[in-house]
């Protein structure tokens, strides 16, 4: 029987981990939106605070990357609660910087700071389950879980900050954002299983019998981090592709409802993938959950209008849960435990700046054709990057030492 979220909570230790990760992730969800809604209510420019978001998203890719490398190296509690009070501090300084209508140009290098320090917790979660987690199913459901919380936080964590930025005053949704991702660090931080992690794994931590124990397979990762970065750049794709898609269709309130509907989607999907994965080895499923992701996305391009743009979206939103899940087993299998951290937070990085990187492109393609050509090259994108991944399949099954 395969094994569900539940077996996996149910691990000593397991449940606080995931209830302090999610805390986090929600706050971390709610972030980038909550400081663009804000530097646009006091600046009243959309390109002023759009510079503001970039210069967050720029701070926050960075610090992913350093704090993946102290995560393997000094273990979470002490990277997590070295970063939380700094955090915290620069967050505050964030906010009334903006509310005094401070300079642009400082208030970019601001915030770049202050995202370089926002506690990477869902870094720290995902590498945690290898420890937590015995190899095998269980720790395939744990990986699944992670996926589809994530999943739920960044269907949810925008629209409460819109919400309260809207609703209440402008500098609600931060406030409450930076306190979420604050104490959800800090609590993760402390529980049992995250103070028991000191530095790298002992040679009797639970890994997968494939995984190496002192080497990285860096092939197998480079073709990971072509998927992964396939799965970034397609989803900016089609967040610019809805968009334009429902304005053109003259029905631009759909925009949102059908983005949603994908989110929604990809739960559902990811729930019943976790109840019953597909029986192929994962080097096998992940190329081709690739190439139907990119085939879908064909259905827009060659028939315009609503209903055809929604089945699109359905369909494609199917393979988004799946998806995440495998990349996490996978990278299980190709990175050491004293490096996972690292490999967890380079694979996170690859799908932020690809995602930035599609939304970039998709607006060129759509503002120099239309939406239906915004979807054909993404679909031309996916489908020449799973032949990429289906290529290099073999790397992504290490040998056993």
Avoid: K
């Avoid at 495998?326 to 435990?337: G, Q």
């Amino acid at each position: 029987m395969t094994a569900s979220a539940r077996t996996a909570l149910a691990v000593p230790g397991a449940l606080p981990v995931a209830a302090w990760s999610l805390l986090g992730r929600f706050g971390f969800a709610m972030t980038n939106l909550s400081l663009l809604m804000y530097v646009a209510a006091r600046t009243d420019s959309y390109a002023v605070a759009g510079s503001i978001s970039a210069a967050g998203l720029i701070g926050t890719a960075a610090g992913i990357i350093a704090q993946s490398r102290l995560l393997d190296r000094y273990g979470p509690t002490r990277t997590l609660l070295t970063c939380t009070v700094p955090y915290a501090l620069l967050s505050a300084a964030v906010i009334l910087a903006i509310d005094a209508r401070a300079p642009t140009l400082p208030l970019a290098v601001l915030v770049v700071v202050q995202c370089a320090a926002l506690p990477t917790v869902q870094v720290a979660s995902r590498a945690m389950w290898g420890r937590l987690v015995p190899a095998g199913p269980v720790r395939d459901a744990a990986y699944s879980y992670e996926a589809i919380s994530f999943e739920v936080c960044w269907l949810l964590g925008p629209a409460v900050a819109a919400v309260l930025a809207t609703w209440l005053w402008p500098g609600s949704a931060l406030l409450i954002a930076v306190a979420l991702s604050t104490v959800g660090a800090a609590g993760f931080a402390l529980t049992a299983a995250a103070r028991s992690h000191r530095g790298p794994a002992a040679p009797g931590t639970a890994t997968a019998p494939d995984r190496p124990a002192d080497g990285l397979h860096a092939t197998g990762l480079a073709v990971l981090l072509v998927a992964t970065g396939a799965f970034g750049l397609i989803i900016g794709f089609v967040v610019v592709g809805v968009t334009a898609g429902t304005r053109d269709n003259g029905e631009p309130q759909l925009a949102g409802l059908l983005l949603g509907l994908w989110s929604i989607t990809s739960v559902v999907s990811g729930v019943a993938y976790q109840r019953a994965p597909w029986p192929r080895p994962p080097a096998i499923r992940l190329p081709v959950l690739m190439a139907v992701f990119g085939l879908v996305l064909v259905l827009p391009a060659l028939a315009g209008g609503t209903p055809v743009l929604t089945v699109a979206v359905v369909l494609a939103g199917a393979t988004l849960v799946p998806q995440v899940t495998l990349h996490n087993t996978l990278l299980d299998r190709l990175v050491p435990p004293r490096r996972l951290a690292e490999a967890f937070g380079w694979m996170t990085t690859a799908v932020f700046a690809a995602n930035a990187g599609g939304q970039a492109l998709g607006g060129l393609v759509i503002q120099r054709y239309d939406y239906r050509t915004g979807f054909l090259t993404a679909a031309a994108c996916g489908l020449g990057l799973a032949v990429v991944v289906w290529a290099g399949r073999r790397h992504l099954v290490p040998r056993s030492p």
